[in-house]
């Protein structure tokens, strides 16, 4: 697209998401059941203003904190989470130019953002040790210009992006494959960029999280920016990617919910011995589903509060970074993870339960809501965010400052 996206403010672009997300519901379980990328949607999110909303207001942007963005997610993914997902990656990257980058690289970066252009995202690889081991490097060619060269998996974005960040190893000649983290920003295509379709993932199933090779791409140092340095010191990078995260399960989670009880309101028969005992005219009168359904709005509105609290907490650092308050922020965040994760679980298995035998017809996809929880649940294991909890209860022991917290 061309010229310039709408600036937005948090109340219209709290609006414009829950108006998108309804619009994007109406086909997301088609497109899910048919694996269609959902490339005219994703335009959409561009031309709205949305993917601009974080740029910073001193280079024309709305500036708009975690919290506003946390709620633009969660209603982009009670309509489909994958196009809640899709654009994650993107505010990581716009964030990490907010944290180290030039003034230079700012001005043109966001300049692009703010022209409706994306970022995708190369980073997590396949078959290393862990999910923060990295070889994909930036190695010199001796004339001011280096060359990328890796393979990324799990890719979110980068199909249908414009930019794609890449995090590698920024080496020298005399120590190849040490050098510290720094991400590359190269076009989505360039020579030497490949982006494959091949992601199969049970859920989630229309983010096209494939592979990206990398193969002699050549890189001009001012389309390079540090990574590493993000860590030296409080920072609230990690706690920020891992709200957005948050956010999409809650959304995942409140889909599940309202589409359950619109089937049981207007599909389910009522159980036999319930209309035999109670008198029920509707299977929604069942006291056994009226109970269960209580149950699955109380973890759902629990896990939306913590978002929002979460949220908050992430805006507070910002304003006044310290170890304190970045750990206060990660250990707020962890909460929310949790607890959205376990909400978005138990509905989407649960719905089956109180909906009966014909919600688990094929052709409902009423499944997909769980195998969205369960595939996008997995990116980071709730159980690691209520051991920092506990640590934080029983000793006052703040998290780890990296990236996942």
């Known amino acids: 697209m061309s010229g310039r996206v709408p600036v937005l403010t ?10 998108l997300g309804e619009r994007f519901a109406k086909d997301a379980a088609t497109r899910d059941s048919d694996r269609v990328l959902p490339v005219a949607e994703l335009d959409q999110l561009s031309e709205s203003g949305l993917l601009a909303v974080t740029v910073p207001a001193s280079y024309g942007g709305a500036g708009l904190g975690a919290g506003s963005l946390a709620e633009v997610f969660r209603l982009l993914s009670a309509g489909d989470p994958s196009l809640g997902q899709i654009p994650h990656s993107h505010f990581v990257y716009v964030n990490a130019l907010r944290h180290q980058a030039t003034p230079e690289q700012q001005a043109f970066l966001f300049g692009e953002v703010l022209a409706g252009r994306r970022f995708g995202n190369a980073q997590s690889e396949v078959g290393t040790r862990h999910v923060r081991d990295i070889r994909t490097a930036l190695t010199p060619l001796g004339d001011g210009t280096y060359s990328l060269d890796g393979v990324k998996g799990y890719a979110t974005g980068a199909l249908l992006a414009d930019w794609i960040p890449v995090l590698a190893h920024l080496d020298t000649l005399a120590d190849p494959g040490a050098g510290p983290l720094h991400v590359a920003w190269v076009e989505r295509h ?15 199933r229309t983010t096209a999280s494939g592979t990206v090779r990398l193969e002699g791409v050549r890189v001009t140092a001012d389309r390079i920016t540090p990574w590493h340095l993000t860590f030296d ?74 978002l929002r609290e979460a949220g908050r907490a992430v805006d507070a650092a910002d304003a006044d970074l310290s170890a304190e308050s970045a750990g206060a922020a990660s250990l707020a965040v962890a909460a929310a993870r949790a607890s959205t994760t376990q909400a978005a679980l138990d509905v989407g298995t649960r719905l089956f339960e109180v909906s009966g035998t014909r919600s688990a017809l094929d052709s409902l996809n009423l499944h997909r809501h769980w195998r969205n929880a369960r595939t996008h649940t997995l990116h980071d294991p709730a159980a690691w965010k209520v051991r920092h909890l506990g640590h934080f209860a029983l000793d006052g022991t703040l998290p780890p400052n990296h990236g996942q917290l």
């Not at 948090?10 to 108006?19: M, S």
């Open 10 to 19: 948090a109340d219209e672009a709290v609006a414009v998401a829950a108006d």
């Open 233 to 306: 010191g409080p920072q609230t990078y990690g706690a920020f990617a891992q709200l957005l995260h948050a956010a999409i399960d809650a959304g995942i989670a409140r889909a599940a919910l309202t589409e359950a009880a619109e089937f049981v309101t207007t599909k389910s028969r009522p159980y036999p011995d319930a209309i035999a005992e109670l008198g029920v005219e509707r299977h929604a009168d069942d006291p056994l589903v009226v109970q269960a359904f209580g149950e699955l709005e109380l973890g759902v509105r629990a896990a939306e509060a913590l």
């Open 190 to 204: 360039a020579e030497g960029v490949t982006v494959v379709d091949d992601w199969d993932g049970m859920g989630q």
